[in-house]
């Protein structure tokens, strides 16, 4: 009888520990998977690109984008403006100067509003109206989509990748809507920050940026990298 019990007491214990490894391993399986899987990109995955790439993001600011449109034309550089769709909807001429001057095209989601918050049949409605609005004028598809504010949740990342989106972040903010008029902080702010290969640098079209747009990819420059859009430091 004692021997029984004791098998018995072996056997549980057994049970127990194959259990929690179990656990374990679906746990970090899954965690694993968030990571890989269900979050945007924070930089390249181009290896060698030479680049760092600007996104400018565009739901306001119109004011600025000729003079930054201008200083990017004399720099010879092509940068993507990730603007959403209630803006090109509204501003379709102004985005079609923005493409005609060479510059990549992305979508920043239909509202400038927490993804984060919404479920994954938003999100996809969200984003695909955004979509249509912006390839319909640009006659192209878009590549890349950033969610407003950097705010999302894995069914934004699910949304956008079902919509064939390459779901993007940033390496690099110059809070330049919180400097929009100190050009020299936001400067300062680049040059003290470590610039990365394939890296993401963010920005806005506020009058502060536009003073510093030139200072900016002179920075990149001097770090010896050139500057340049997300289909630069992405394998599409």
């Not at 374990?24 to 399986?29: A, E, G, P, R």
């Not at 803006?87 to 001429?93: H, S």
Request: contains cysteine; neutral net charge; glycine residues 4%.
């Amino acid at each position: 009888m004692i021997v029984i019990i004791k098998k018995k007491k072996i056997i549980r214990a057994a049970l127990l520990i194959l259990a929690i490894g179990m656990i374990s391993l679906i746990t970090n399986y899954s965690a694993t998977c968030f990571n890989n899987k269900q979050e945007p990109l924070y930089k390249g995955n181009k290896e060698n690109s030479n680049y760092v790439a600007i996104t400018c993001n565009v739901d306001w600011g119109n004011e600025y984008i000729e003079t930054m449109l201008q200083t990017l034309k004399e720099e010879n550089v092509k940068i993507t403006f990730m603007v959403t769709g209630r803006w090109a909807d509204k501003y379709p001429d102004l985005l079609m100067k923005i493409k005609e001057d060479g510059h990549e095209i992305g979508n920043h989601g239909y509202k400038h509003i927490d993804y984060s918050k919404l479920d994954y049949k938003s999100n996809y409605e969200e984003i695909q109206k955004s979509k249509k609005i912006i390839d319909n004028i640009i006659k192209e598809d878009t590549k890349f989509f950033e969610p407003p504010s950097g705010y999302y949740n894995e069914n934004t990342v699910k949304a956008a990748e079902d919509l064939n989106y390459i779901p993007i972040k940033w390496t690099l903010d110059t809070i330049d809507w919180k400097y929009k008029d100190n050009p020299e902080k936001i400067v300062q702010r680049i040059k003290s920050k470590e610039i990365e290969e394939s890296g993401i640098i963010l920005m806005h079209p506020t009058k502060a940026t536009s003073q510093a747009l030139k200072s900016i990819i002179e920075t990149i420059r001097n770090n010896g990298y050139e500057v340049g859009r997300l289909s630069d430091i992405f394998d599409i």
